[in-house]
């Protein structure tokens, strides 16, 4: 008892030091490849134990007051420093002194407020320098004026009232300033001066309250190419001023979002004119009012953002002098203010004419009533025109509709959420370029004729899903021959088992989405041909009849001659039964999904042709068993498996080969192991099939032979038990009857008049008056039958053994006259039986005849005299008959038998 205290009390103490190692390591940094990540880890002091080689210190989401410089020394091959989300409030110089290598410091979320003209003086190679969010205020003289590699300044949410940043001429390489979200209210030219030698390609000023913008700022700059202005709330005047002041600069970019721009005139970006500004921001501005020529002054523009507005009409110069644009974003720019219908966006006719460059065109969620006539023509090098959701109602598409896009050449026009009802003959006759339409999400419902397709010679895909009523018709696609997508999903699809089939020109087709239509009739020649078919969407209909045995005619094979399909959706249809050579074609499936139908048993060999699967999904079925002859080719090359919420059933057969697979496998089983319960037996009910324990089937091969043979040993000898217990003396009987015959006793067939009597009588003393009685009188009756009758031919009765063995051998046949009173007569059994057999044994087994006097059963006639009825003949064994009438018959047959020739033939 003491010892095992003790050994206790080692163990405890034994891994204490190991806790310890424990927690320290849980706080220590990770290192890989010369990269230390320290984040997260409450420090407050710069770990000394670290790689001395690492370029990369990760400090951030710690604790730090500072950045003690001596602590660094040893990392002098430091190239980025993150010390981001601290509390830093002071920076000394040497920090980069002793890190000469450092070319991004990262002090971002820290507590810095002065940043002296010695703070970064060492930090010559330094390319990046992030202060965003602290306390700066103001800049003394120049603080980076030693940063002459900086290429990006990042000093964002700080309280900056002023964009200055040093007195002298300094960072000649910056490309990037950020100032947005500080406190400053005008730019000035000799507060943009330290930058004269510098090319910005981004200055980023939003969220500052700039109010004044003092002439020649921007040209106080080097070069300024880029100017953020966002959410400045500039407004229209001082917009207009901004521009001026930008006029004859280099700038290329300007956003001006969200800076309540309600209204533009003819001169709001006149100062613009004088520059080549290619990309232009006005998203969010509330922008009500577009004057005539507004963006005359634009013609280098080629990226024009306009999204977010509340444009109410556009005229037909609204957009003049925009000739160089070539992606306009309209998104959510027309949109509806008050409830009143009368006051609708508005586009003139012509208003997009001088758009000659305009490539890719956003009118999506906007609230236009219609398209007109000649809305878009002059476009004519459009080429992706997305109109979601852009009008209040389209209703009907005719052969007008889209004429104003006849001369663009239009690839793909996005038309979804438009509440499209009808689509006329002849609709996209001018889109004879188009590649992609998308009719998705509105409301048609009309018979397919295919007129409604004419003209879309080069069309590869079409999206018509998520639509009211569709009734397919043979020509249905006829003249759209090029189709590789369509997409007909949830549209209430009718008639697609009409013949010829709607989808029989569609030779090129590679997708195909008839799924969430509940359809439940489809015949075997509905994909005939598609023999480019990738992809097969048919989940959520109701195919379960298709595929029943009892199905009239048989099950219907609509997958045959799909050799290149890859991915079959076949999910909720409701299959409760797979016809075992329906997936025989389909031998570069890559992916199929049977889930959620009332699938339990597969015909063993169902996959055996899609040994390149990739990914199998049969959850939610009525699965007991997963055996290795139906899942054994499909698992070979599995990476994803799905086959949660089956009942399985957890006995060695059903499942052991699964679990053992499962153990085995890398593919990724999704739900497991919670989603795959034992259902049977009953005592597994709710297990883990992966806890269910296979070793106990683990040799039940080898188990099940031994098994066999086992049980055929033992089957076979209790037969043979039985069968020598039984009819062992039937087997001993012939055995010594062929003994004898083989080794030459043969038969010794010898002539009647050989024999001194024609039978030896055998019976009991007490059955002689019986024996008298009858036998005589038939010697009497034939002269030439004479019996050996014991009591009248033996001398007074003596019986001699010797002479008994004579007079048998003398005889030609035996008479046993059987009653209860010979099976009890001791000489009979011992000897005279015995000898007669013998007899019989060698000569022939006809010479025995047993006459029974009363019903003696088998067993005691065997027990007293070790004979059966079974080793004679039926015509030597006689019954005394009990009616009267019958006994002549007796004679008869008794005669019979004894006539008979002792011979087996
Ligand atoms: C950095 O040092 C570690 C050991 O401190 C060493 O394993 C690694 O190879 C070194 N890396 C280089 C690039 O020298
Ligand atoms: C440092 O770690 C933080 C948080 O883990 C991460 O956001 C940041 O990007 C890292 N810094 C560097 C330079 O990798
Ligand atoms: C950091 O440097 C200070 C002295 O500047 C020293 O006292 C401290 O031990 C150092 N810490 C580490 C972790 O090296
Ligand atoms: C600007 O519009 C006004 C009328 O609103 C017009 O008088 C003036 O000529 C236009 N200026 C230019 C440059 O188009
Ligand atoms: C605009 O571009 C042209 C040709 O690239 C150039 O000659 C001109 O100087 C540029 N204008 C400005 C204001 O930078
Ligand atoms: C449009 O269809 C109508 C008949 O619906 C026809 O009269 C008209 O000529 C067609 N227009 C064009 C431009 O094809
Ligand atoms: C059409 O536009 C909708 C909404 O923007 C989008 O979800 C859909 O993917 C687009 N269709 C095509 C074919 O690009
Ligand atoms: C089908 O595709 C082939 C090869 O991509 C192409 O040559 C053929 O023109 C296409 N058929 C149609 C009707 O577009």
């Known amino acids: ?374 809305m878009f023509t002059g476009l004519t090098n459009l080429k992706y025109l997305r109109l979601s959701n852009s009008f209040k109602s389209l209703q009907t598409l005719t052969n007008e509709t889209f004429v104003s896009l006849a001369q663009s050449p239009l690839l793909l026009l996005n038309l979804t959420r438009n509440k499209i009802t009808k689509i006329k003959s002849g609709a996209f006759f001018w889109l004879g370029y188009l590649k992609v339409l998308d009719l998705g999400i509105n409301s048609i419902e009309q018979e397919l004729t295919g007129q409604e397709w004419r003209g879309l010679g080069n069309i590869i895909e079409i999206y018509l899903s998520y639509n009211r009523y569709l009734q397919l018709t043979s020509d249905s696609f006829a003249l759209v021959p090029s189709l590789q997508q369509l997409m007909l999903r949830r549209v209430a699809c009718k008639n697609v088992d009409i013949s010829p089939s709607p989808f029989r020109s569609l030779r090129n087709l590679t997708i195909l989405d008839l799924s969430n239509n509940n359809i439940a009739n489809i015949n075997s020649e509905m994909l005939e041909g598609l023999g480019k078919l990738e992809i097969l969407n048919l989940q959520h209909n109701n195919l379960a009849r298709l595929w029943k045995h009892a199905n009239p005619g048989g099950p219907v094979y609509f997958l045959k001659g799909l050799s290149h399909l890859r991915i079959l959706n076949l999910e909720s249809n409701g299959f409760d039964e797979i016809p075992e050579e329906i997936f025989k074609d389909l031998s570069e499936l890559k992916s199929i999904d049977l889930g959620l139908n009332n699938l339990n048993i597969l015909p063993p060999s169902v996959f055996d042709n899609q040994i390149s699967l990739k990914s199998l999904n049969l959850q939610k079925n009525l699965i007991t068993s997963v055996e290795k002859d139906v899942f054994g080719p499909p698992f070979k090359n599995l990476s994803n498996l799905d086959m949660r919420f089956n009942p399985f059933d957890c006995t060695c057969e059903s499942i052991a080969w699964f679990v053992n697979w499962i153990n085995g496998t890398h593919t990724n089983i999704t739900g497991l192991p919670e989603s795959y319960l034992c259902n049977t037996p009953p005592q597994y009910h709710g297990f883990p099939v992966t806890l269910f324990d296979v070793s106990a089937c683990k040799d039940s091969a080898p188990f099940e032979l031994l098994f066999i043979i086992n049980t055929s040993i033992l089957l076979i000898f209790i037969f043979s038990v039985l069968l020598i217990h039984f009819e062992g003396w039937r087997i001993s009987f012939y055995w010594n009857v062929s003994v004898h015959r083989i080794l030459g006793f043969k038969e010794i067939d010898r002539q009647p008049e050989q024999f001194d009597y024609a039978a030896y009588v055998i019976h009991a003393y007490k059955d002689r008056d019986w024996v008298w009685q009858h036998f005589s009188p038939m010697e009497e009756k034939d002269e030439s039958l004479r019996f050996c009758l014991e009591e009248r031919d033996f001398e007074a009765g003596v019986l001699e053994l010797e002479a008994i063995v004579k007079s048998i051998q003398r005889s030609r046949k035996v008479i046993f006259v059987i009653t209860q009173h010979l099976l009890k007569d001791p000489l009979c059994k011992r000897f005279k039986v015995h000898h007669a057999v013998q007899q019989a044994i060698e000569q022939n087994l006809d010479s025995i005849i047993l006459i029974f006097l009363e019903e003696i059963p088998d067993y005691k006639l065997n027990h007293a005299l070790c004979l059966r009825r079974g080793m004679f003949k039926s015509r030597c064994i006689l019954n005394w008959p009990v009616q009267k009438e019958r006994i002549s018959a007796f004679h008869h047959k008794l005669q019979v038998a004894l006539g008979s020739r002792n011979s087996v033939h």
Request: hydrophobic letters at 40%; charged letters at 15%.
């Open 1 to 374: 008892m003491r010892q095992t205290l003790s050994y206790q009390i080692y163990f405890f103490w034994g891994l204490l030091p190991f806790c310890v190692l424990c927690t320290f390591s849980a706080n220590k940094c990770t290192v890989k490849h010369e990269v230390a990540d320290c984040s997260h880890l409450k420090l407050n002091q710069v770990p000394d134990d670290l790689p001395t080689n690492i370029t990369v210190l990760n400090l951030t989401h710690n604790q730090f007051r500072r950045l003690p410089p001596a602590n660094f020394t040893r990392y002098s091959q430091l190239t980025i420093l993150d010390g981001g989300f601290n509390t830093i409030s002071k920076l000394e110089p040497e920090l980069c002194q002793n890190l000469p290598l450092l070319k991004v410091l990262n002090l971002q979320h820290n507590e810095l407020s002065q940043l002296s003209d010695k703070t970064f003086i060492f930090c010559r190679s330094l390319t990046e320098l992030h202060l965003m969010s602290n306390s700066i205020q103001k800049i003394q003289n120049n603080a980076f004026k030693n940063l002459k590699n900086l290429i990006k300044l990042d000093l964002a949410h700080n309280g900056l009232s002023s964009t200055k940043l040093g007195t002298d001429l300094q960072l000649e390489n910056l490309q990037e300033l950020l100032l947005s979200n500080n406190k400053i209210h005008a730019l000035r030219r000799e507060e943009l001066h330290f930058l004269g030698n510098s090319s910005l390609k981004k200055l980023d000023l939003s969220s500052n309250q700039i109010k004044e913008f003092s002439p020649g700022c921007f040209h106080a700059i080097g070069k300024l190419f880029g100017l953020f202005l966002n959410n400045a709330q500039l407004g229209f005047s001082l917009t207009e001023k901004l521009c001026l002041e930008l006029s004859n600069t280099s700038i290329r970019n300007l956003s001006l979002s969200n800076n309540q721009l309600y209204r533009i005139s003819n001169l709001t970006f006149l100062g613009l004119k004088e520059t080549n500004l290619t990309m232009l921001d006005l998203s969010y501005n509330n922008l009500n009012m577009i004057a005539n020529n507004s963006f005359a002054w634009l013609p280098h523009l080629k990226y024009f953002i306009l999204e977010n507005n509340n444009i109410e009409h556009l005229s037909s110069r609204s957009f003049y002098g925009l000739f160089s644009v070539r992606y306009l974003s309209l998104k959510r720019s027309f949109t509806k203010q008050s409830a009143s219908l009368s006051s609708l966006p508005k586009i003139d006719d012509f208003s997009l004419q001088w758009l000659k460059h305009l490539e890719y065109l956003n009118m999506e969620d906007n609230d236009l009533p219609g398209i007109n006539s000649n």
